[in-house]
């Protein structure tokens, strides 16, 4: 699929946290958003004096009639501050859309669990809304440190079944996300994105469990085209870059 590199205009701006931004761009009247997938990314550039390379962010929502992509950024370092604190009006260059996705099951009755912990869940809402689109009874098990951490709850609670686990119990059930139990009940498809140590407990469950699962991979990134090879990960067939190949891949493919 060609990759496009656009301006995009931020139209609105919500801190969703003190760390969390959710940021809607408008797309301008050409671009055709109904070619993005779930589980796709875009890269940014910042336009500051010292952040050179584009950043990937994951497309957390698609409004395609309105020409709208949300996007949820996490406060990490220089790059993802900067697009924390662009004011709605002004423009952002984004290369897009870029990397693989999720696959969409065949079987509409097959039960699915999107699992995300962290900036992980952002990908998960767009890929929600595709399952349910296609008939599935979508279910979500998110987590966060706090309550006060979880992110989109409303947004999710409108696709599917929402179930949570929080370090501290504030709400929904104490403890690690791998010891809810919801992931007592059989699934079919796993669909999971968060911390690396996160999604190896979750793979490795799925395995046990026969579950088919697939993880959005967030290795870091640099040209986000295949270009550069700094985003390589092992799986059987030999190296992988992440932004090409994946960010997605079926756990068994990996070689955690
Ligand atoms: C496919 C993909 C999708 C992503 N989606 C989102 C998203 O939806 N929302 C979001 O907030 N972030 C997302 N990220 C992570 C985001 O790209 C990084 O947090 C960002 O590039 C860090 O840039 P920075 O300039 O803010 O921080 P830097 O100043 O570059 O680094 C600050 C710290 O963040 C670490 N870091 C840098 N890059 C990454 C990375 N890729 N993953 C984890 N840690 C990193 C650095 O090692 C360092 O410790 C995604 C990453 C990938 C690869
Ligand atoms: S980021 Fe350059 S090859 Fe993947």
């Known amino acids: 699929m060609a990759k496009q590199l656009t301006d995009f205009k931020i139209t609105k701006t919500t801190q969703l946290t003190p760390r969390y931004q959710l940021l809607s761009l408008s797309a301008p009247d050409n671009c055709d958003l109904s070619i993005i997938k779930p589980g796709q990314f875009v890269q940014i550039k910042i336009e500051n004096n010292s952040t050179f390379l584009r950043r990937p962010i994951s497309i957390h929502d698609v409004d395609i009639n309105n020409h709208i992509i949300d996007i949820l950024v996490c406060r990490h370092?220089?790059?993802?501050?900067?697009?924390?604190?662009?004011?709605?009006?002004?423009?952002?260059?984004?290369?897009?859309?870029?990397?693989?996705?999720?696959?969409?099951?065949?079987?509409?009755?097959?039960?699915?669990?999107l699992i995300g912990g962290g900036v992980g869940v952002a990908p998960l809402l767009y890929l929600g809304k595709h399952l349910k689109d296609s008939?599935?009874?979508?279910?979500?098990?998110?987590?966060?440190?706090?309550?006060?951490?979880?992110?989109?709850?409303?947004?999710?609670?409108?696709?599917?079944?929402?179930?949570?686990?929080?370090?501290?119990?504030?709400?929904?059930?104490?403890?690690?996300?791998?010891?809810?139990?919801?992931?007592?009940?059989?699934?079919?498809?796993?669909?999971?994105?968060?911390?690396?140590?996160?999604?190896?407990?979750?793979?490795?469950?799925?395995?046990?469990?026969?579950?088919?699962?697939?993880?959005?991979?967030?290795?870091?990134?640099?040209?986000?085209?295949?270009?550069?090879?700094?985003?390589?990960?092992?799986?059987?067939?030999?190296?992988?870059?992440a932004c090409t190949d994946g960010p997605v891949f079926n756990i068994d493919e990996l070689t955690w």
Request: net charge negative.
């Open 77 to 113: 370092g220089e790059g993802t501050n900067y697009l924390c604190d662009m004011p709605s009006g002004s423009t952002i260059n984004m290369m897009w859309p870029l990397g693989n996705s999720f696959s969409i099951p065949s079987n509409p009755n097959d039960s699915v669990l």
């Open 135 to 241: 008939s599935f009874n979508v279910n979500f098990l998110l987590a966060a440190r706090t309550a006060n951490d979880l992110l989109r709850l409303d947004a999710f609670k409108a696709i599917g079944q929402v179930y949570l686990s929080t370090d501290d119990g504030s709400i929904g059930e104490k403890g690690l996300i791998t010891q809810n139990t919801i992931l007592n009940e059989s699934f079919k498809h796993v669909f999971c994105c968060g911390p690396m140590p996160m999604m190896k407990a979750i793979a490795h469950i799925c395995q046990e469990s026969n579950i088919n699962c697939e993880v959005s991979l967030e290795n870091v990134m640099a040209c986000g085209i295949g270009a550069c090879l700094c985003c390589v990960e092992k799986t059987i067939r030999g190296n992988r870059c």
